[in-house]
DNA sequence: TCACTATACGAACGATCGTGCGTAAAATAA
DNA sequence: TTATTTTACGCACGATCGTTCGTATAGTGA
């Protein structure tokens, strides 16, 4: 039986109050944007109490993107467990991806296209934790389509990589495009593409109706 | 008849100098991380001549914004201009665009992916020569694929707009993939999908062979 | 000739950056 | 109790940031 430390959850409850703020911050600044002295006024704490909670500045940034990480998980993956593996769950993620965009679930827009297009030139720790954190949800959108394929909810020649790789593509440039100019015109653009391809690659066109019809 | 000033050839050349570094520089560490001092080092001028050539940072970066936007259409615009209007025409930017990203015309690739995803939360004229020069290219390619339309090379109820729009997303997430994989991979999954969408929408399968069976 | 402009540099400014040190308080462990 | 660990802060350090000022040089016009 391991006892509680409360010094340890006083800690992990700054922890929890700096990195809501950190994510939000870096939606917007960056990773590398992210300076600990604003950071600590955001989060009312002073700047030498952020570096003690975190130590450097890297271990700050990789814990922002755990931190983001997590909140991607419980906002997009988690609500599509619910659905059945096979179609109906690839709808589901796609529908709560676009409403993980739309809603600003980072005020800046998606967390880790941000942070990719940041540091997708520049090696180290940060990139490899970030690289990690899209795999992983690359991974999980492409096993789920080749789960469609087994189940014959899909083709059996559509392939789950590339299928995948249009709907992240999709999902990703509706999200820039309507970070930029203010508009939801581009998730309903990549509504209308997702659903064609799916429709394409043999899905039922019952099952694509939370998807197609969805007003954003 | 103007007669041409020395002192402003000079300078003028002594700005393309700085701007190529800045280009370079900027589609690594990005538009803010880009600093006065490290740019002056790569161009090996002084920090107060950046100073004196563009003076604010921020009459820089439109600057570098301007430089980059001149590069991609050097790269990507004027080589498809020898192809007649249409699908041929289409297919030439596509091609030139995956090799614009591919061969790394700017080292950190693409140029606008990394200034979007930095700037499209932070209002402001840079912002806004972003956003003036993404829509530019954007335009161009939904009107080339207006007059393929109007040309009888893809079908009448294609819509330019979301063909267009799906085709950045594709070409704009390979960028993503590749520079942050180092493989090529990422493009060949971008062709496949475009040439299938192309085909879809009525395009000839002779006319999409450049496309199709380029190795990168 | 002389005044003016554009380029270019060195030096220095105040501001902010990430980080380290010393100290204090709270919680745990001896 | 005493010793140790964790959190948290104030303070200051060296480094770098964008910018400004003064000065020098070269080229343009009157």
């Known amino acids: 039986m391991t006892q509680i430390d409360g010094r340890r959850v006083r800690g992990d409850a ?3 109050l700096v990195l809501a703020n950190a994510v939000d911050l870096a939606s917007i600044e960056g990773l590398d944007g992210l300076s600990i002295g604003r950071l600590a006024t955001a989060a009312q704490v ?5 570096a003690t909670l975190f130590g450097t500045k890297e271990r700050l940034q990789l814990a922002t993107v755990e931190a983001a990480a997590q909140r991607f998980r419980e ?13 109906r769950r690839i709808v589901a993620l796609l529908d709560a991806w676009i409403a ?7 005020p800046g827009g998606c967390f880790f296209n941000a942070a990719v297009s940041e540091f997708d030139a520049k090696p180290g720790p940060v990139r490899d934790a970030i690289a990690e954190a899209i795999e992983s949800w690359n991974g999980y959108l492409r096993v789920s ?11 059996a020649d559509a392939d789950p990589a590339l299928l995948a790789f249009e709907c992240t593509a999709l999902l990703d440039y509706a999200n820039s495009r309507s970070v930029m100019t203010g508009s939801n015109e581009p998730y309903r653009l ?27």
Chains 1, 2 share one sequence.
Do not use: C, Q
Not at 75 to 87: D, F, H, K, S
Not at 191 to 215: C, I, K, N, T, Y
């Open 14 to 16: 700054s922890r929890r």
């Open 46 to 50: 002073s700047k030498s109490g952020v």
């Open 75 to 87: 906002t997009v993956l988690e609500p599509a467990r619910v659905e059945p593996r096979g179609i």
């Open 100 to 106: 993980y965009s739309r809603d600003r679930v980072f």
């Open 145 to 155: 389509v080749g789960y469609a394929v087994e189940l014959g909810e899909l083709a």
């Open 190 to 216: 990549a509504r209308r593409a997702m659903v064609s391809r799916l429709l394409a690659a043999g899905a039922d066109v019952e099952v694509l109706r939370p998807l197609a019809e969805h007003v954003d």
